[in-house]
């Protein structure tokens, strides 16, 4: 059938309407492109790929293919995110610097580890030596403590771990555990988050410390010793038979008078009759004034409680009763016992709070060690136990 003019005029508008539609589809299919461009390139961290015009035609499995695309990298980051803890972002937007001192820890200190066996979440962690002498003498010693008194106990924890490593059977699962056990241990993590903001002033102070004293021990006849060290003594430290077994020549008594300033010097513990018949499994007369006599060692601890006929080492009464110090005095009132004690710790080897005494008025941690440890010197660990050093 012939068109007339009029239709074909219809057609002609009809036609151009469809490519200006087109030019319009394909106009808005570009900027979806470069829009998803833009999306994936923020997610995955990639450059926007160039547009190709000459082979670009969107079809629908082009745009079903990007949009794939799209779900498979966008939304697991968007299923990760609101899982993400407040304390890992925090930790993520704080800049963590290095100190001077533990950059030369990471890069120098690999030679010998640590395998510590963790209380909490019973696993063995690895940890370079003098990384862990750090978390040692940041957990054992407080951080206001004068900084010789703290080398000075980096110089003890060093040689404990060093003593017990060389000795150790191959079977342990772990040389040491983060407990007083052996010696209190806290990780990187755990000293930010108990300090809080004081973390870098306080680890810089530790640095410090540990790195003065870097790769020395304390030894006695060329032998690593096994360096005892406690709180706050009565004034006196113990010689180490009168509270352990073995006398050994190193861990003698000697004066110690700056211990009167620490805040564990005095104490005072109320136990009822019962209480202590508990803990000390005996039967005590009742309505009665017990019989108390006691027997004391060379530095004033008690060697040896009678107490209404039963036996006991000063040693067994502190650790069944929890006292703080074996020195310690009885008072009777009625059907309770009153227990005064002088000193915090076992007593045997460095005063904690001696040191720190000693090094307010000026002596330095070699001076400290040698005075509460006697006839020692300090040496290099290389030299003294290479064969640990090339394990």
Sequence with gaps: MKKS???????????????????????????????????????????????????????????????ISFLIL???????????????????????????????????????????????????ENVP????????????????????????????????????????????????????????????AELRAKWGKNYQKNMEKISEAVMSTKGKIITYKDKPIDPQFFSTSNGYTENSEDYY???????????????EASPYYLDQEVYSLEQVEEALGIDLPAEKKLTIDVTRTESNRVDELNLAGNAFSGREVREKLQLRSSDFTIEQKN?????????????????????????KEGKTYEDIVKYYYKDVELSNLDDTVPALVMQ
């Design 245 to 259: 077994v073995n006398e050994i020549p190193y861990l003698r008594s000697v004066p110690s008078p700056w211990d």
């Design 74 to 124: 966008a939304v697991p980051t968007l299923v990760v995110l609101p899982f993400i803890s407040s304390t890992e972002v925090l930790s993520q937007s704080i800049e963590h610097k290095q100190t001077p001192e533990q950059e030369e820890v990471l890069v120098d200190d690999s030679a010998v580890e640590v395998a510590v066996m963790r209380a909490q979440s019973e696993v063995v």
């Design 129 to 188: 030596l003098e990384t862990y002498v750090m978390g040692v003498v940041a957990s054992e010693m407080p951080i206001e403590f004068e900084t010789e008194a703290l080398k000075a106990q980096a110089l003890a924890a060093r040689t404990y771990i060093v003593n017990k490593m060389m000795y150790q059977t191959e079977e342990a699962a772990s040389n040491v555990t983060d407990t007083i056990q052996d010696q209190v241990y806290n990780d990187d």
């Design 5 to 67: 003019k009029e239709e074909d005029a219809l057609l002609k508008n009809r036609k151009n309407s469809m490519k200006q539609i087109q030019k319009l589809k394909k106009k808005k299919a570009a900027s979806k492109y470069h829009s998803l461009q833009r999306r994936l390139s923020t997610v995955s961290n990639m450059k926007p790929l160039p547009m190709n015009r000459g082979s670009l035609k969107w079809k629908y499995p082009a745009v079903f293919l990007f949009t």
């Design 335 to 359: 059907d309770y016992l009153i227990f005064t004690t002088k000193g915090n710790g076992h007593g045997v080897g460095m005063s904690q709070y001696g040191a720190n005494g000693m090094a």
